[in-house]
């Protein structure tokens, strides 16, 4: 994929080096986010001291050019189950040898003004085509086709950045790695992080298995979360999603739990975290203080999340395997916003509201029987149903009985992960499969009938130029 239009250079501070602005780490597959705030600049800098420098941009050449307002931060997720206990590695799967490769790539935007926080999932299947390299042997490579996540493999950060920025048009200016083990323990440190799913999850391969509802998982079980990829036919682009509802989960309770502004919290996370991150050598205390500053009031909605847009199905590869392509035009557009520091979502003046459900409303058919002797209830739950969002089939009639205390919604068990988000917007109904029933899902309203539950699906919402994102607010648990 050719790289996009490059922006201006950009401006220069006294010193001859760019500003260098705040941070908004995603700790590998969940973006942790953490902030300073009222902390003096001597813990600040004790901070600093625990990170782990690594050399990213010193031999990097025909860069994109920087200058369009905000930071960019690459952040890596890296398979270091080598450091992991062998107990830890029966109880959450993490069995075998490691792969030395990036799980998970994130770019983070941090805007100019310090508001919104922007980040975009780079799928780790995506094509792309290595820039040539000399190894640490001394041998060169020459430019080659390979899935993005091998970068890592071949040459470490400084490759990664190279092919990053050479897909994407993107300066990076900072660089981010954490591995499984930091992951686990920031979670535990930070209480556990809530999650939310409207439907089962289970992944015999990392032994994640969540029943619907709400959950507070602690750092083996949250890397069970947010590496689980075998969970349906989505893959790696169904993990993304999961991975973007972990991290606006943890802004919510970042924010919300005060540890952003709780010089003991955040001391007591920071260091967990920081302790096992590697990072670039431009990132420091500084960093650290000014996104401080720019943190106050930050909240879920400051937060987007969007994932490079692809082509279905994936394109096999000779020696390679099967590879996501990106969408050249739309993903054009995604890098574009970020390089202007334009937002990618479409502001909403309130909060989503509504129980979140996997299968979009106007995906479910109903059917409306009167189970009652109430006159025109059949006829009022059709009505309520509609204006949820279901797709009624308009003609409501009287059941064969007209004694029903408690609704009753007859559905073919093929459509299982549909009828639950029917039966999230009536609670307390009877679910009674019947199979061969076909898509027209049964409901028979009983003497218990309350009306209908706002219920809302988790989709991105396009803007003006097409991009698909979603707000934090829209995709935390309510």
Same mark, same amino acid.
């Given at each position: 994929m050719r790289a996009p239009a490059r922006s201006p250079r950009p401006s220069r501070t006294r010193s001859g080096r760019r500003p260098r602005w705040g941070l908004r780490i995603a700790a590998g597959a969940s973006g942790l986010v953490l902030a300073v705030s009222g902390i003096? *600049?001597? =813990?600040v800098r004790e901070l600093e001291s625990g990170i782990h420098r690594v050399d990213v941009f010193d031999d990097l050449d025909n860069r994109p050019r920087g200058g369009g307002g905000g930071v960019n931060f690459l952040v890596v997720g890296t398979d270091g189950r080598d450091r992991i206990s062998p107990r830890e590695k029966a109880l959450y799967r993490l069995g075998g040898a490691p792969c030395h490769c990036t799980d998970t790539i994130m770019l983070v935007h941090l805007s100019g003004d310090r508001r919104r926080a922007s980040v975009i999932s780079l799928p780790r299947?995506?094509?792309?085509?290595?820039?040539?390299?000399?190894?640490? %042997?001394?041998?060169? *490579?020459?430019?080659? +086709?390979?899935?993005?996540n091998a970068a890592y493999a071949e040459g470490g950060p400084g490759l990664t950045v190279r092919t990053v920025e050479h897909l994407t048009g993107v300066h990076i200016d900072h660089y981010l790695e954490v591995d499984f083990t930091s992951f686990m323990k920031t979670v535990d440190v930070v209480g556990g992080v809530k999650v939310c799913t409207a439907r089962p999850l289970k992944d015999d391969h990392t032994g994640l298995d969540l029943p619907v509802g709400s959950h507070v998982l602690n750092g083996g079980q949250a890397l069970q979360y947010v590496r689980s990829r075998h969970i349906d036919g989505t893959s790696d682009l169904g993990r993304i999603q999961r991975q973007?509802?972990?991290? %606006?989960?943890?802004?919510?309770?970042?924010t919300?739990?005060?540890?952003?502004?709780? +010089?003991?919290?955040?001391?007591?996370?920071?260091?967990?975290?920081?302790?096992?991150?590697r990072a670039d050598h431009g990132f420091g205390a500084e960093d650290l203080v000014e996104l401080g500053r720019a943190m106050h009031g930050f909240t879920p909605a400051s937060s987007e999340f969007a994932s490079? !847009?692809? $082509?279905? !199905?994936?394109? +096999?590869?000779?020696?390679?395997?099967?590879t996501l392509r990106w969408n050249e035009e739309k993903a054009g557009r995604l890098f574009t916003a970020i390089r202007e520091d334009r937002p990618l979502t479409v502001r909403h003046a309130k909060k989503p509201r509504g129980v979140p459900v996997d299968v979009d409303p106007a995906r479910v058919k109903v059917h409306v029987l009167n189970g009652t002797t109430e006159s025109g209830l059949a006829r009022r739950a059709d009505r309520d149903l509609h204006g949820a969002g279901f797709a009624t089939t308009g003609s409501p009639a009287d059941a064969v009985k007209s004694d029903v205390a408690r609704t009753v919604i007859a559905y073919d068990p093929v459509w299982n992960?549909?009828?639950?988000?029917?039966? %999230?917007? =009536?609670?307390?109904?009877?679910?009674? +499969?019947?199979t061969g029933q076909g898509a027209v899902m049964q409901i028979t309203v009983g003497k218990d009938y $309350?009306?209908?539950?706002?219920?809302?699906?988790?989709?991105?919402? !396009?803007?003006? $130029?097409?991009?698909?994102?979603?707000?934090?607010?829209e995709v935390a648990c309510p």
């Open positions: 003096g *600049h001597l =813990l299947d995506s094509y792309a085509d290595i820039p040539a390299y000399t190894d640490t %042997a001394g041998r060169r *490579h020459r430019e080659h +086709p390979q899935k993005l973007q509802r972990f991290m %606006a989960s943890v802004i919510e309770q970042t919300a739990g005060g540890i952003l502004f709780n +010089p003991v919290k955040f001391n007591r996370v920071a260091s967990t975290l920081l302790g096992s991150v490079v !847009p692809v $082509d279905l !199905p994936g394109t +096999p590869v000779k020696g390679v395997g099967s992960r549909s009828v639950r988000s029917l039966a %999230a917007a =009536l609670p307390g109904a009877k679910l009674r +499969p019947v $309350d009306g209908v539950r706002k219920v809302r699906t988790e989709k991105p919402h !396009p803007d003006k $130029d097409g991009i698909e994102a979603v707000t934090g607010d």
